[in-house]
């Protein structure tokens, strides 16, 4: 009993961490249908060109909740899914904090950040580029249907939707965020780092497994792995680039293309991987 109150305060402290990101988010949208005018809305979606290189530096801050905030804004197609990417890579969720606590030697910290910037800036302009010249990516302003999605009444006024967006969002994430700490409870971190520890030459690809768990353990998990000497630095990265925390659950409850929303995590995944093994050659 004593185990299951445990979980559930952690599983509350969690979810209501990302309130007042899925309220600003929702706020700004909200405002960008109501308030602003066509001209506005258009410069908001040309400036998708250079959203890659805002979203790494945005994405390299320690709160999941921006990658919540940027998944929201990409299922209104307010960013390209380059930046979307972005940030997904850039995100470190507990690891800076951790890796602070645990006195790491700042120019560790850096190169960490460092590369993770790197690969998200790069990723996110090589992919946005590319779907240019594919014309798929379609660069509409799409909050409406958002909106109609969530089942809310815009007309209410931008405040009390905002509120609405956040709270139905919020629900979801606690809901499906207190099943996994269930399954990792029982499960057990040290049985994780096990699997990881004895194949060494599938690091990447393990630790990006477990990065795609939506959850802010998977980045504790990791860092406390790095920090024991049990993974390497290139493993570290290749599991926290996938780790975009609870913006993949996110991404399932806003954007309605279940295609499209596997795609992009198989993206992640793979951009992760790859760079999780390119950096065990070359370092």
Known sequence: MQQIIEILEETVLDSIKLLPFLFVT???????????????????????????????????????????SATNLY????????TL?????TTSDEMLPIL?????PITTILEILGIKLAIGIVAGLVIDFVMRKLKKQEQQENIEELCEHEHCHCEEGII?????????????????????????????????AN??????????????????????????????????????????????????????????????????????ISLLYFIGVISGIILEIIL
């Open 75 to 82: 299922a209104a197609r307010v960013i390209t899914l380059g």
């Open 26 to 68: 929702y706020l700004i949208m909200e405002y960008i249908e109501h308030k602003t005018s066509d001209k506005v809305k258009e410069t908001i979606k040309k400036s998708g060109k250079y959203g890659p290189i805002l979203g790494g530096v945005v994405g390299i801050f320690p709160q999941c909740g921006f990658s919540v």
């Open 100 to 104: 602070l606590t645990e006195a790491v």
């Open 195 to 264: 699997i990881i520890s004895h194949n060494i030459i599938l690091g990447p690809v393990i630790a990006g497994i477990i990065g795609l768990i939506p959850n802010c353990a998977s980045s504790v998990i990791l860092t406390e792995l790095f920090i024991e000497q049990v993974i390497s630095m290139p493993i570290l990265i290749s599991g926290l680039c996938v780790n975009a925390g609870v913006g993949l659950l996110v991404l399932f409850k806003t954007n309605k293309n279940i295609k499209e929303n596997i795609k992009i």
């Open 85 to 89: 990417i972005s940030v997904y890579l």
């Open 160 to 192: 009390k939707s905002a509120i609405k967006h956040s709270i139905n969002i919020l629900i979801f994430i606690f809901i499906i965020t207190l099943i996994i700490n269930i399954i990792i409870t029982l499960v057990g971190e040290e049985t994780i």
